[in-house]
């Protein structure tokens, strides 16, 4: 199809949505090795996580050979308030870089928890509520999934705690405020209202928190509080089939225009929205039938894939969540407090972390300073104040294009532009007024952190 | 058509969206009264306005007879970075309400400016631009026509001085950072840069500002200023005109599911969404082919059309922009304190205030606590936390739902939700403490500010 035929967005029709997530899983030789529990180094099994997930949800993280997974109903019914979420071709970037690159991206800001977290917190909602359950337990950093699983527990009369990193607890009250508004309650943390906090806090008396430690605080209530299971934002196997949407939409679109991607970025936290947008392609490469280069972007002050250890580790803090093989950091590393662009948990999707460890992505690392100016550069091209944390992917999208530009190659680019940046005013100023710095960990700091590794095996 | 085809949201295609702005004023049969040069109370030509209004503006602003007017394809250009935007069946807010009544809201609120404000920012700046200036300048209250402006004139590489209400300059930090990322200098008002600004700080000196000081500001610094104008986000009849667009993208997306609305809700500050929401709908009532219940919501602590004098009036309170005739609680009038949802312009578009005037149009006034109950109401059960300006409008649409209900009747309901609350959360934590007021201007208090209206003829 001619180029100039292809829209400014492309929004599929209600009846264009898929009804099926897709679980790359599926399609691995290599499977994601299992989460462990800590106390024996056995493998978890259904008995051993009903205390802390939820069961249909469990069964969803374990399976591990169903490629096709049906989204009930009423899930469907919720996506459509917010979905399909557009495909932007941004023709002003691609101008403003003067690039023959073609770039997409997917925007998932066009709801009110400002990003992709609502297709996951929508589908844990559900089957907390379908299993009877009177609430659920969990933690938030910068605030999008918090608010998005407010947003869900509030549609099925849920009741929603929310552990939220004191640092972010303080300087970000208007993203509490949203929570509060969709009912959710809202506790900083490290805090008082449980042992692994109170622990913690006598141990550091000053700290501001980290989201390994929130997670450890949501987790203990889950587990001692009659009718609460602990559902989470990311790196879950679950979490990478509910956000699966996003890249089943993305190739409906692209396939509906005729288009054929060459490269797909996406930014990489914990791994919700890249395991996402990828799940589809990353099918087709595995099954042999396209190839695509696919690169995660994480921040230089966070790079764990780049610069982490394979290895099984603790997703929290406090040590009494499942042990996961993945890449990481250490369960103790937090980002140096410069860092303003989210995407700061220590380790990694398991599922994309074997993906990346058997060759199928790449991986890059960006500095915060030019994630920033990657930012400002796409808002005031293509209208959008994006996140910091969907401006990793700007970044590295603008480098690549650029590349096409030098190379003069008119590859297509995709990329994931997970959210809005409304709430990261802070951090804007900071750039704004020039006062933004980068901090890079040293070896000796990353060497200290894989010290305290769990051994295993 | 059956009702359960219609989907949850409308978008037009690109090639269904309107390439001309209607002009209501070609379909009244009593003209808008023209705008007055203060200084001899004779109407003002083109010339008189040209040292404060770009040319072209000019000549939309006095042209009433002209129905349609063809949007130029820069503009359309950048409408489809975000629009069309869509019309939304509530469905979820239905079911909460229990009501036979079908209600529908054109969303404006999906960009970053995160209103209807870009519609017309776009156009003025284009104009601007055409003309070969330098810059514009402009007021903004709460900033989102600020943050508009911003955006339009980076985009056609613009200069863009903001004067911002001193009040909001100051408790809303994140507005104005928003703007600064998108190259414009913000400056609060009152200030020490204008003489009527050093005039207002003597006369006043713990002040924190007002809508009509910050325009008298930013009218100085335009005509005093080489290659500058002065822009204005509402009451205009230019800026009605863009806004049109709202209007004919909604009748579009109506007519395309063959939905007759009765009765079309909007808020009104100035009247720049309303009236534009309005405007196919009005012309059809003003041409007798169609009738609809009109109704405009406005603040009970800003009550410009339910308790206002339709008379001559200064926009501004320095008393140095033109008279215009409207429905007006007199330029000194300032909302209570205590008022938090916006809509705090003491005048509204002459336009609308004809057509109120003449009996083709209702307006109600609502309390603030009210209008925050059905924004939380309408933001847990459709998702989007609405603007407190937009509530307004959500609170009247699910006032005439619930009076649908008494009766049983199935009405068809259209509003107008201008856009999204993530930079009001201030008032939202207001609410959700239980220490958000009500606040009524008294008749005396009314009367005293009615008593220094211009006199004219």
Chains 1, 2 share one sequence.
């Not at 977290?117 to 910068?142: D, H, M, P, R």
């Not at 392609?281 to 764990?304: H, N, Q, T, W």
């Amino acid at each position: 199809m001619s180029d100039n035929k292809i829209p400014y967005k492309i929004y599929l029709e209600e009846n264009e949505m898929p009804t099926q997530w897709y679980n790359v899983r599926a399609d691995m030789k290599k499977k994601p090795e299992p989460l462990l529990n800590p106390a024996t180094g056995k493998p978890m099994g259904h008995a051993d996580l009903a205390p802390v997930f939820c069961d249909e949800l469990i069964e969803q993280e374990l399976d591990d050979v169903t490629p096709y997974i049906d989204i009930p109903e009423e899930i469907i019914r919720f996506y459509k308030m917010y979905r399909p979420s557009p495909l932007v071709r941004a023709y002003f970037l691609e101008e403003k870089l003067q690039t023959p690159a073609k770039i997409y991206y997917k925007f998932e800001g066009n709801n009110t928890s400002g990003s992709h977290k609502l297709n996951s917190a929508i589908a844990q909602a559900y089957y907390a509520k379908k299993q009877g359950l009177k609430g659920v337990t969990t933690e938030t950093g910068a605030g999008q999934w918090g608010t998005a699983l407010s947003m869900a527990c509030t549609y099925f009369g849920l009741d929603c705690k929310v552990y939220m990193v004191k640092v972010s607890y303080e300087q970000k009250p208007f993203r509490r405020e949203v929570m509060r508004t969709y009912g959710a309650s809202v506790v900083p943390s490290p805090s008082e209202t449980t042992e692994v906090g109170r622990k913690i806090l006598a141990e550091h008396p000053g700290t501001t928190g980290s989201l390994g430690c929130a997670i450890s605080e949501a987790v203990e209530v889950a587990t001692k509080t009659e009718g609460y299971r602990y559902v989470l934002g990311s790196v879950l196997n679950q979490v990478l089939l509910h956000q699966s949407i996003i890249g089943l939409e993305t190739k409906i679109a692209l396939d509906k225009y005729g288009i054929r991607p060459d490269i797909i970025i996406g930014c990489a936290g914990g791994g919700s929205n890249l395991g996402g947008l990828i799940s589809p392609f990353m099918g087709e490469k595995l099954r042999g039938e396209a190839d695509y280069r696919i690169i995660a972007v994480e921040p230089a002050s966070c790079p764990s894939f780049t610069r982490g250890k394979f290895a099984y580790d603790f997703c929290d803090t406090g040590m009494i969540c499942p042990l996961a093989k993945m890449y990481t950091l250490g369960s103790g590393f937090i980002p140096s407090a410069n860092h303003a662009g989210g995407l700061r948990f220590h380790g990694m999707s398991p599922v994309l972390s074997q993906l990346y460890h058997d060759g199928y992505m790449e991986a890059v690392s960006v500095e915060q300073t030019s994630v920033f100016e990657a930012a400002e550069m796409f808002a005031r091209a293509e209208g959008t104040l994006p996140a910091p944390e969907s401006s990793h992917a700007i970044r590295a999208a603008i480098d690549e294009a650029l590349k096409c530009k030098e190379i003069g190659e008119e590859k297509t680019i995709v990329f994931g532009l997970t959210g809005t940046g409304y709430f990261d005013l802070t951090a804007y100023a900071k750039y704004n007024d020039g006062e933004m710095t980068d901090y890079i960990p040293t070896d000796a700091e990353l060497e200290e952190s894989f010290a305290k590794l769990p051994k295993v095996e």
